[in-house]
């Protein structure tokens, strides 16, 4: 039993550490109003899009408004924990569900049951080093589309 207690410790050490890392390494903060980036973004159309998102404590708060060419606007919005769980997701009129959570720095935004023509999509938010860009990876996922990268500048 004796050599037992310091086996553990040899052990366990190496886990303190790892989780002591993960703990210093908190996820970047998403909070601004954010525009995109039409010439560097790979989206069909032409649409203005901002995202407006607070991010406080692990609750994000997001709205999108997108300008259509013919100035109408459509605006979606959700408020959601990050961990995994279900929220409502008011898509410009349609209700849907997101979970949100973190893998390392990126936001992962995964939408699911919206209307029957809708599909699942998951979105892949990434801050760059500056803190000035966000970008996001969109991956159609059911039904399969080609994936879409946007790119938005920081404007708040």
Partial sequence: MRGFIPA?????????????VCADS???NYSGTWQLDTA?????????????????????????IVREKDGKEITS???????????????????????LWYDGPAL?????????????TQWRLMINSGGKTLNVDLEHID????????VFDKKI
């Fill in 8 to 20: 553990l410790a040899v052990l366990a050490a190496p886990l303190l550490v790892s989780v002591a």
């Fill in 26 to 28: 908190a996820p970047p």
């Fill in 40 to 64: 560097q973004s790979h989206l069909p159309g032409e649409e203005a899009i901002t995202y407006t998102i607070q991010d406080a404590s692990g609750q994000i708060n997001f709205t999108r």
């Fill in 77 to 99: 919005q959700f408020s959601c924990k990050t961990g995994g769980s279900q929220c409502e997701f008011d898509e410009g009129g349609h209700k849907a569900k997101v979970s």
């Fill in 108 to 120: 992962v935004i995964l939408k699911t049951d919206g209307p029957k023509e809708d599909s699942v």
């Fill in 143 to 150: 039904p399969s589309d080609k994936p879409e990268k946007l």
